[in-house]
């Protein structure tokens, strides 16, 4: 299979997994929330297993070990800094609760979050079919716990659980418009740089917006399980690494 079909599926895979929102219309809410956060901690791990253990080696097997790698991590940092700063919004992985946020301002953050992970992605297939596969588990891993938060989100604030199902799937395509973007850029210039982008992407995500949710629980036996979801999401993402090596 050529890269354009692994970043084409890949897209279209990942916008389904938009779908998984509607396990919240059959979940009673208190085994939503014991899902939840360990699935967070879980796409934690993945996420910092895909960017120490895939993207930025990748990036300097490519690359070679320059300063300008740094730069691009800090930058797809920071763009995620500010657009969680500018557009007052950031990933929901909480089961759904009385507060009533701007619905639309979510699903245009969300489309736009999708947009760039897409790029991303799409950047490592590019490079290596390899590297691509363990970017796409570490981003799908932390997809479904968003989903779940963001389609709960819609429902409580007040949408038909039709209508929310369509939007949602709709905003994760842009997954899939980023990746082609990024396919179609790549016969004009060098798109390498979307490898240490992806890792900054990555690193911000699993640090400041799901670590936080996992970190301040009371109960040390829910502490020890979401440490634990951590590590595996950690050790899965260098099983991968091993089972792809030459």
């Known amino acids: 299979m050529n890269t354009f079909l692994w970043i084409f599926f890949s897209g279209i895979l990942m916008s389904a997994i938009a779908l998984v929102g509607s396990l919240t219309l059959v979940l009673r809410e208190v085994t939503l929330r014991k899902l939840l956060l360990p699935l967070v901690a879980l796409a934690a791990g993945t996420l910092l ?47 759904p609760s009385e507060h009533r946020p701007l619905t639309y301002l979510i699903l245009i953050a969300d489309a736009l979050h999708n947009f760039i992970g897409g790029l991303a992605v ?57 990746g082609i973007v990024a396919y179609g850029a790549s016969f004009t210039f060098d798109v390498t740089f979307l490898l240490p982008f992806a890792a900054g992407n ?27 979801s951590f590590l595996v999401g950690i050790a899965l993402l260098l099983v991968v690494r091993f089972v792809f090596e030459d």
């Open 202 to 228: 990555f690193i911000y995500i699993a640090a400041a917006d799901l670590i936080p949710e996992i970190k301040h629980e009371e109960s040390a036996a829910l502490n020890v399980i979401h440490f634990l």
């Open 49 to 95: 297993g895909g960017a120490l253990f895939h993207l930025i080696p990748a990036s300097v097997d490519k690359l070679g070990n320059h300063l300008s790698i740094y730069i691009w991590i800090l930058l797809g940092f920071a763009i995620f800094l500010g657009l969680e700063q500018f557009l007052h919004w950031h990933h929901c992985h909480r089961a």
């Open 122 to 178: 799409a950047g490592a297939f590019l490079i290596d079919i390899r590297v691509g596969i363990g970017a796409w588990i570490a981003a799908a891993a932390h997809e479904i716990p968003q989903e779940l938060g963001d389609f709960g989100i819609l429902i409580h604030g007040g949408w038909k659980k039709g209508r929310a199902l369509l939007y949602n799937f709709l905003s994760a395509l842009t997954f899939l418009v980023g």
